[in-house]
Every structure is written in C-alpha cells, then in structure tokens.
C-alpha cells in the first residue's frame, strides 16, 4: 500500500474511499505512475471482491489513458503488438493485456502502449461487472431453479387447468390478457439504477418515479396501459410468437430456436418464455424435444401462443417500453402455469418482486441490461425505489455492498394526495422529441466516473441524490411550480455534470423557444430517461396546459426542420396524453367471443390466412379466421379493420400507379439521384464495382510505415495550431458519413 491507490480503493473511510484518482495522480511522474499500476494489477488478480477488482481495473484505465500520456517523459510514439490486438478483437481481455505487458517490459513504455492497455483493462472492468450481475441474476430468489433443470421430465411447471377448458375443439381456448403502464421517472439520482453503481452505492440509488397510462395527443380518444400481452394453449406442439407493432411473428419447433436471439425481430418474446421458465435456460444446448417439454407442462400435442403489443409508442420514449412488455410477457407466463396466485388482477408484491427478477434476467438473456426502475410499470401508482444494503444470505454478501432488486415503496394518497396527483396531471405535458439513440454509452460513462469518483461528478451526484427529497417533499405538497424548478435545475445542474451528453443543442432550443412562448406559464422541464431529444417533460400552469400541448408540437417540427441534417432524428415528434396508472400489472381471463386478439394482430394475419387454401389451415387458424368474422359482424372496432384488410389483399384499380408516384415524389424530396443510382447498378451488374473488387492481390506487399513517413501533430508550427484551434471555435469543423444508412455506428444506430 505504499503508493496509496490501495488504501483509497480498500478503505472502510468515505473521505479516503471517495478520495478522487485524478487528485491522487496530480505532480507523480511517469515512473511513480507506472509502478502504481503494477502494484494494482498484481492486486485485482488475488482480490476476491468484486467492486474492489472492478475499481483497481478502472484506476489502472485512468493513469493509462489520461495521466502517463501527460508526462513528457514518457516516449510518443511505439508498436501495439499484433497478437494483442487480436485478443482485443476477440474479446480476449487478459490475453491482450498480458501481450500488452510483456511489449512494454521488452520494449519499454509508450504512450501508444498505454493506450492499448487503457482499452484492455476498460473493456475487462465492463465484462467482469456484467459477469458478476449475471451471476447474481441467476442465484436470485426465484431464478436459480431454472438453471438447474436440463430434461423435459424435470419440468415442474403445469398448465393452469382454466386455461385448458373451452366449449369445443373447434373454438379456441381461452386468452390470458395482461396490461401494463410504462414508467415515468421524476429523477434517478443520477443514473443510480444501473445495476453494478447500485450494488456498491445502495444509499445513493434512489428513484422517484411514476406508473403511466399513454395516448397520443390528437390521435387516441382516452389513455390506457400501453403494453399487452396475451397467451393462449394451442392444440399444436410448437411455440407461436407475435408481436403485433412489429409486424414479426414466428412459429418453434426446436429448442435451438427458442435461444436463437438473432433470427428474427422476436427476442423479447423468446427472453420471457426463457426467464418464466416455461423453456428454462439450463435446457439449452441438452438436445432435448420441444415437443416433448411442452407436452410435460401443457399435456401431448399442445403447446402455447405467446403475443405483444405496444400502443404504437416510438422507440426512444425512454419510458422503459420495452423492459415493462417483458415484464407483462413474464408475468403472463407465469400466470398460465400457476407461478402467481391469481389468472386476472393485479399481482401481490412478493409476486412483483420476483417478475422483476426475472425480467432482469430477461433483460441478460436477450442482451440489453436495463435499469432495475425500468419495471416500475408493474408496480401502481407513485413509488419511491431505493437500493438495499446485502445481508448475510443475499446472493451477493461479500461480494457487493447493495442488493441486486431494490425496495419498492409505494407512496399512496396518505403521502402525494388525489389532490397533488391533479395537480401534475393537469400541468404536465410528455412529449417525444423524435431522437432515438444507443443509451448504452451514457450508462458506462455514468459507471465509470463513479468509480474514479472524479471530483465535479462525484459532488454532482451527492447532489442529485439530495435533491430527490426535495422533489419529493414539493409534489407530496401540491407545489407543481416548485417541482417544476428542482426539475429544472437538477436537469441543468448536477445532471449535465456527470454527463454532458444529458442536452444538446436540439433540447436546449425547445426549452429556449417554449420559455419565449409562454414566459412565467412554463414552469419547468426534465429529460427523461439517459439521452436528452426523446421522451421530455414540460410544466405549465395548469390554465394553458391544452394550448402548451399544441404549440409545444409546433415548436418541436420546427426545430427538427432547421436541426435534421446535422442531428440523429428517427421520427417527427410526439405529444402524448397521459395519466397515472393507480393499478400496475393487471390480468384478466377471457372466454367465448370475448377472447379476441388486438384488431391489427387481425389486419397482419388474416391475409396471409387468406391466401391460403383452407385445407392447409390449422384447426387454430380456422377457428380464429372465423372468430374475426364473427368479431367484424358485432363490434364496430373489429369492422373497421376489414378495408384495410382488402386493400392488403386485392389492391384498387390505380394504386399501383399512385404508389408509383408517392414514392417518386418521396424519393426526390429527399435527393435521391436516379441517374447516379442507375450507373451503380449498372457497374455493380457489370462487375466493374463489388466486394470482389476490394480483395488486394495475393501479390501485394504490405509493410510499416517508416518515421520519414509520418506527420509528427504533436510537433506541428504554432500557426498550424492556432489555425485549427480557431476551426473549431468557430465551427468550421465537420464530419461527414458516406453511405452510413439507417444502422450508422458513427449515430449509434440512430437515423441518419
């Protein structure tokens, strides 16, 4: 412990635990900082602590990255071995870090060297933290069963007898329907719900957030829960998956296709029906028969009908669509084979609780990792979630120093009265600014600067973290104007701190505008979410709330116009109409001709039903098929659902050639060159262009640059420097993407 780092990462003490490695590093020279790291390496391999190993690969990240290249005694310029960056590539972290080593031992230290090493030990820090949530995830209560199970007769779970009785076997079984609200946070501290920063700060890992139902303003007559999910048996041995705002669907006949993840856009069905256990994760890969698993839960020849849908809400909303729809899928699947008490209802909170495990686990399965507030749907109402200390028989005792699953305590009409939930609803306006970009970024920032615990951001979350009290304190009294000003300023203030990706220039126009438009009237703003442009809040005095809804929609188009070239938009704006949801997750049983699947589950299946010869219909698809008719003699909803149906079926005389020229006219409003496009795929088919032509000769001679060939930056004129330093003040500075698409990594996967 001679040079210090391990004291600040083993101490008991805050003020020296807490104690910044940015602070520690200052006026230490190269040799110093060097030797600090090798003591930290040595240390993170014999550390059984998780959060203490984690800590000494991100210190070790730090002087390598930002520090050592800082001395001027340490050399420019040197090699990255190959091998090294092989493992990189290969996601091989100790092995590039060990080739890495033994470089800079034979070679000596560079900065090229360390920056190597920086993007090692970054990269092993992020694996071993979300290695250690999986593992926790897996140990949970209520989980740990699944992984143990590797033969169909293992199964315990069975079908829910009310699920198995219907009047005939030509009519269909009955439907398990689940609602869900999305979650609205009035802050999180701070980023504080990721799992790994609330497992080692469980006092700072505090949320206040709220259950909604949604509509879209000027489109939907009244809110409601924006997620679904249904289930049904069927009287086929597979597993039928459908999501209904995707359009996707897909029918399993093996194991191997329920853990395929990239097939098809049905993921997330496929992570519920592996985290509920129906297809538990520890039979994967056992060459067992689906079938033969189905049969032992639903009896021989039957399997399940598993569908989603969403109430058309964008990607990007930040109100953890996704997360609360796997809730509601797991939860529905639960249901159905008796792991919850009751078929319809809302749950009990020990039932909550465990659907939350196990959407986390869904969560890993499929890849994403969200928030643990993300399933805040489930629960009603207006809850506070907080991070709980590990006790001794918590998975992770000794291993963290906060719980996996947070506390829930939901804040009835005895702490925020009907009166101030009025009071919200009625200033309130929730809109989605049309940005939808890749979150995940923001999140490993977030989790990094804790763990150095640089200085500013460290100062800024202690500050998020008190100021929930005072949001909480302001909407328990009715003080909407009050609220909306802490808002306001943790938005601008601690949360623009710890990460300034939280704004851009996009969102501080809005707010900028709609201050203009309505002076004292806006009372306050927060972004929802981690990425500022898509879900937002605005406050209004309650009076102008309906002309704040309208002109906020105008103000948001008109930015997108003048910002659309130079920022990621995936779709024009949206306001919605909201309300709380005092209710959660709530299911219901339905029977006879009640058991109706949503309209545009209909306006996607019947015509490729249609189209078939009604021989080689299953018995389900009949029965539906004539369900549906009898839906669209009765119910008006179902009925208007049959033009759009003819028109996906028999085209009208014309539309071929007004489809022509929608397109024609979409094209050239958006510079789309037919000439140009004409000679590329002329050459393509002539092969003049192609991957083909990439390939370098097997003759071609590849070699290392050699000093004379290179430009030195670093030892550039001093009127080269000024020049560029002026560039970019004065934005002469840009970027440009060729062909980047839809999917550009420079955008994160956003629209470009």
């Known amino acids: 412990m001679s040079h210090g780092l391990l004291a600040i990462i083993q101490s008991p003490d805050p003020a020296i635990r807490d104690l910044a490695v940015d602070r520690w590093c200052e006026g230490r020279g190269a040799a110093e900082l060097m030797a600090a790291c090798d003591e930290l390496d040595a240390y993170r391999r014999q550390e059984t602590n998780l959060y203490q190993r984690v800590r000494a690969l991100f210190f070790i990240t730090a002087i390598h990255r930002y520090h050592l290249p800082a001395r001027t005694e340490l050399p420019r310029s040197g090699r990255v071995p190959y091998e090294g960056f092989r493992h990189l590539l290969e996601r091989r972290f100790e092995e590039a870090i060990a080739v890495f080593l033994e470089a800079q031992r034979t070679c000596g230290p560079s900065e090229t060297l360390s920056s190597a090493l920086a993007s090692a030990h970054h990269a092993l820090a992020f694996q071993t933290l979300a290695d250690q949530v999986r593992r926790t995830v897996r140990s949970t209560h209520g989980n740990a069963w699944m992984f143990r199970l590797g033969h169909p007769l293992d199964q315990p779970l069975r079908a829910r007898r009310e699920l198995l009785e219907r009047e005939g076997a030509a009519t269909p079984y009955p439907l398990l329907r689940e609602l869900t609200a999305v979650r609205m946070d009035l802050t999180h501290c701070g980023w504080s719900d990721i799992f790994f920063l609330g497992m080692d700060f469980p006092e700072g890992a505090r949320v206040l957030n709220i259950s909604v139902d949604l509509g879209v303003h000027g489109r939907d007559a009244t809110t409601r829960p924006p997620v679904e999910a249904f289930f049904r048996v069927i009287d086929e041995p597979v597993i039928r998956l459908a999501s209904v705002d995707l359009e996707a669907s897909a029918c399993l006949t093996t194991l191997d296709e329920v853990f395929d993840f990239g097939r098809d856009y049905l993921g997330l069905l496929k992570a519920a029906v592996i985290a509920a256990g129906l297809v538990p994760p520890g039979i994967e890969r056992s060459g067992a028969s689906l079938a033969e698993l189905l049969a032992?839960?639903?009896?021989?020849?039957?399997?399940?009908?598993?569908?989603?849908?969403?109430?058309?809400?964008?990607?990007?909303?930040?109100?953890?669509?996704?997360?609360?729809?796997?809730?509601?899928?797991?939860?529905?699947?639960?249901?159905?084979?008796?792991?919850?008490?009751?078929?319809?209802?809302?749950?009990?909170?020990?039932?909550?609780?465990?659907?939350?495990?196990?959407?986390?686990?869904?969560?890993?399965?499929?890849?994403?990792?969200?928030?643990?507030?993300?399933?805040?749907?489930?629960?009603?109402?207006?809850?506070?979630?907080?991070?709980?200390?590990?006790?001794?028989?918590?998975?992770?005792?000794?291993?963290?120093?906060?719980?996996?699953?947070?506390?829930?305590?939901?804040?009835?009409?005895d702490r925020i009265s009907a009166a101030a939930r009025k009071k919200l609803q009625d200033s309130l306006v929730l809109v989605h600014g049309g940005m939808a970009q890749n979150v995940g970024p923001i999140l490993e920032m977030a989790t990094e600067k804790y763990l150095l615990r640089s200085e500013p951001e460290w100062t800024a979350r202690r500050q998020a973290v008190a100021t929930l009290d005072q949001i909480l304190a302001l909407l328990a009294a009715g003080d909407i104007r009050g609220l909306g000003r802490a808002l306001t300023d943790n938005f601008f203030g601690p949360l623009q701190t710890i990460i300034p990706w939280v704004s851009n220039h996009y969102t501080e126009q809005i707010i900028a505008r709609t201050r203009a438009a309505f002076g004292d009237d806006f009372w306050g703003f927060w972004m929802l979410g981690g990425m500022s442009g898509g879900g937002m809040g605005f406050i209004f005095a309650p009076e102008r709330r309906a002309e704040a809804q309208a002109k906020l929609l105008e103000i948001m188009l008109a930015t997108k116009r003048e910002l659309e070239s130079s920022l990621p938009f995936a779709m024009d704006p949206v306001v919605y109409d909201f309300s709380i949801n005092e209710h959660g997750s709530v299911a219901a049983l339905l029977t006879g001709a009640g058991a109706m699947l949503p309209v545009a589950f209909y306006q996607h299946a019947v015509p490729r039903w249609l189209r078939r010869e009604a021989r080689d219909l299953t018995p389900r698809e009949r029965a539906d098929l004539q369900q549906f008719a009898r839906a669209a003699r009765t119910h008006a909803e179902f009925a208007g659902a049959l033009p759009s149906l003819l028109d996906r079926m028999l085209p009208s005389a014309g539309s071929g050639d007004r489809m022509t020229q929608q397109l024609d006219a979409l094209l050239a409003q958006n510079g789309f060159d037919r000439a140009q496009h004409e000679q590329i795929r002329t050459d393509l088919r002539a092969g003049r262009i192609g991957l083909a032509m990439n390939r370098l000769s097997p003759s071609t001679r590849i070699e290392d640059v050699t000093a004379a060939e290179l430009f030195d930056g670093t030892r550039a004129s001093a009127d080269l420097r000024r020049a560029g330093e002026a560039a970019l003040r004065n934005g002469e500075v840009g970027v440009v993407t060729y062909a980047a698409g839809v999917g550009s990594r420079w955008t994160q996967g956003a629209g470009v």
């Open 296 to 413: 032992t839960i639903f009896g021989p020849g039957r399997g399940f009908e598993l569908v989603s849908n969403v109430n058309r809400i964008p990607k990007g909303s930040r109100l953890a669509v996704s997360t609360n729809l796997l809730g509601a899928l797991i939860g529905a699947c639960m249901r159905a084979t008796g792991q919850i008490q009751s078929l319809s209802g809302p749950m009990q909170e020990s039932e909550r609780r465990i659907v939350a495990a196990r959407a986390i686990l869904g969560e890993w399965i499929g890849g994403s990792g969200g928030g643990w507030q993300d399933s805040g749907g489930l629960w009603p109402g207006i809850k506070l979630i907080e991070g709980a200390p590990a006790q001794p028989g918590d998975p992770e005792h000794g291993l963290s120093r906060g719980r996996l699953l947070p506390r829930h305590t939901l804040l009835g009409f």
